[in-house]
């Protein structure tokens, strides 16, 4: 099943509502390493890729200090991660920039706390920055990500989301649509605009069942941004 919303003038607006027993196992294989996360869960998060920058200012401040070619495929990626981790932040995600050769794709993992649950959604974020054409292709690419998830984000619980500059295909769709792991997708923009969000029926099972998305004008921006709301009312 597809429930649509109103297109809004960049990246169109979509909830894809694709049954409802969610399942939450408590992860306790540590502490967090900061006390910066959200309450009620322990989880250890994997080293981050680079010791120098932890968050978007610090790595312009890094690329600056390095000389880093702003055009280059590192700058343009680790860019684009950072500003995802802190757009999404504004809907509730706690998100922490990892990588290495056996990270089966996965940029961010984290968390996302919705009211109506107990303990937050643990989540594993892709990003694909660009122009870059997102295709089912990487909707496959995220569901072995599940497989080789860091320990602390394994079994139920998890949510997987794909997260492009541009708005998902309709092959997007359809393949999220027929995933039997809950996964979501969104459109950011590079400056930190989200303009589409979505997610399947798995989703829903995990928790974001009564969740949905609409836009809201924001002044001084052609575009609007998408408002995150819970049976109708906006959540924040």
């Not at 600056?64 to 500003?83: A, C, Q």
């Not at 922490?96 to 996965?106: C, L, M, N, P």
């Not at 109506?116 to 974020?125: A, D, E, T, W």
């Not at 974001?208 to 575009?223: I, Q, T």
Request: net charge positive; charged share 20%.
């Amino acid at each position: 099943m597809l429930r649509q919303g109103r297109r809004l003038p960049t990246c169109s607006v979509r909830h894809l509502a694709l049954p409802t027993s969610r399942r939450w196992h408590r992860n306790a294989h540590g502490k967090a390493p900061d006390d910066k996360g959200p309450p009620h869960i322990k989880l250890i998060y994997p080293d981050p890729p680079s010791a120098q920058h932890s968050n978007l200012t610090a790595f312009l401040a890094y690329a600056k200090r390095t000389g880093l070619d702003g055009k280059s495929t590192v700058f343009v990626g680790t860019h684009y991660e950072y500003t995802v981790a802190a757009t999404l932040s504004r809907y509730g995600f706690f998100l922490k920039r990892i990588g290495g050769a056996s990270d089966y794709g996965t940029d961010l993992v984290g968390t996302w706390t919705l009211p109506s649950l107990s303990q937050p959604l643990r989540v594993l974020v892709q990003c694909k920055a660009g122009a870059q054409r997102v295709g089912p292709q990487h909707v496959r690419e995220l569901e072995g990500a599940f497989v080789g998830a860091p320990v602390g984000w394994r079994g139920d619980g998890v949510l997987g989301v794909l997260v492009s500059e541009r708005a998902a295909t309709k092959g997007v769709r359809d393949s999220l649509g027929r995933s039997r792991w809950p996964m979501a997708y969104a459109c950011c923009s590079r400056d930190g605009a989200v303009t589409q969000m979505l997610w399947n029926r798995r989703a829903e099972e995990e928790g974001l069942e009564g969740y949905s998305v609409a836009p809201k004008h924001v002044e001084g921006r052609n575009d609007a941004e998408l408002v995150l709301m819970r049976n109708g009312e906006v959540i924040g």
